[in-house]
């Protein structure tokens, strides 16, 4: 199970881009964090969703949402109007 320390690494790499949109692929964010990600995240939109409560939710602690793809397998981190 990937731990929040892990995800944390998502947090990192999302602040070290600093874009106003980021894409990535589903195997791009597991090797970020180290780890596979739950089978939810493939399967539920609402895994990729705007909760702080969710631990894996590090873009928003990085300023982004998420829009997953499930079918292509890919995320937009879109920077977070403030």
């Known amino acids: 199970m990937v731990q929040r320390e892990q995800y944390e690494r ?3 790499r999302l602040r070290a881009i600093g874009r106003s949109r980021i894409e990535m692929t589903f ?13 939810s995240a ?12 969710h631990t894996q939710a590090v873009w ?6 998420a829009s997953p793809n499930l079918t292509a397998q ?4 879109t920077r977070a109007a403030s």
Do not use: K
């Open 10 to 12: 998502l947090e990192r």
């Open 27 to 39: 195997a791009e964010v597991i090797q970020v964090v180290g780890d596979q990600l739950p089978r």
């Open 42 to 53: 493939c399967t539920y939109p609402a895994w990729w969703g705007s909760d702080p409560q």
């Open 60 to 65: 928003l602690d990085a300023g982004y949402v």
């Open 74 to 77: 890919r995320v937009t981190f």
